[in-house]
C-alpha cells in the first residue's frame, strides 16, 4: 500500500491559479500511474487527470484540459496538478490516487476501479 498526501488546496479567485501537490510513501509510487479526481458535494466523483509512471503520456478530462496540468517528480515521490483560469465549477474536494498498472490508455482515460490507494482530500473553493 501507498500513503498519499494532499496539500495546496485553498481559496481562490475565478480565473485564478493553483497547484496540487501528491506526497506518496510505502509502496514504490514511482513504478505505477497516479491520477487526480474531485468531486464535488451532491456529485459523484470524477477523474480530472492521470499520468503514467514515466510521466510520459498524460491524460485530462475534456473539462480541464487546456487549463489543468498533471506532472510527477518520481526522485520525490510527489504527484502536482497545476490548476490555471480556474473556473466556480472547478470547486470540489480533490484526491490523489494510485494506479495498480504502471500505464495509462492511449485514448481516455483509466478505470477508476484500477486506482486502489487514495488520499484525504485537499478543498479547493473558486469564488467570483
Known amino acids: 500500500q501507498v500513503r498519499l498526501v494532499e496539500s495546496g488546496g485553498g481559496l481562490v479567485q475565478a480565473g485564478g491559479s493553483l497547484r496540487l501537490s501528491c506526497a506518496a510513501s510505502?509502496?514504490?509510487?514511482?513504478?505505477?500511474?497516479s491520477g487526480w479526481f474531485r468531486q464535488a458535494p451532491g456529485k459523484e466523483r470524477e477523474i480530472v487527470a492521470a499520468?503514467?509512471?514515466?510521466?510520459?503520456?498524460?491524460y485530462c478530462a475534456d473539462s480541464v484540459k487546456d487549463r489543468f496540468t498533471v506532472s510527477r517528480d518520481n526522485a520525490k515521490n510527489t504527484l502536482y496538478l497545476q490548476m490555471d483560469s480556474l473556473k466556480i465549477e472547478d470547486t470540489a474536494m480533490y484526491y490523489c490516487?494510485?494506479?495498480?498498472?504502471?500505464?495509462?490508455?492511449?485514448?481516455?482515460?483509466?478505470?477508476?476501479?484500477?486506482?486502489?490507494?487514495w488520499g484525504q482530500g485537499t478543498q479547493v473553493i473558486v469564488s467570483s
Open positions: 499520468i503514467d509512471m514515466t510521466g510520459g503520456r498524460t
Open positions: 490516487a494510485s494506479n495498480r498498472y504502471r500505464n495509462i490508455p492511449t485514448i481516455g482515460p483509466p478505470p477508476r476501479s484500477f486506482f486502489e490507494s
Open positions: 510505502g509502496r514504490t509510487f514511482s513504478s505505477y500511474a
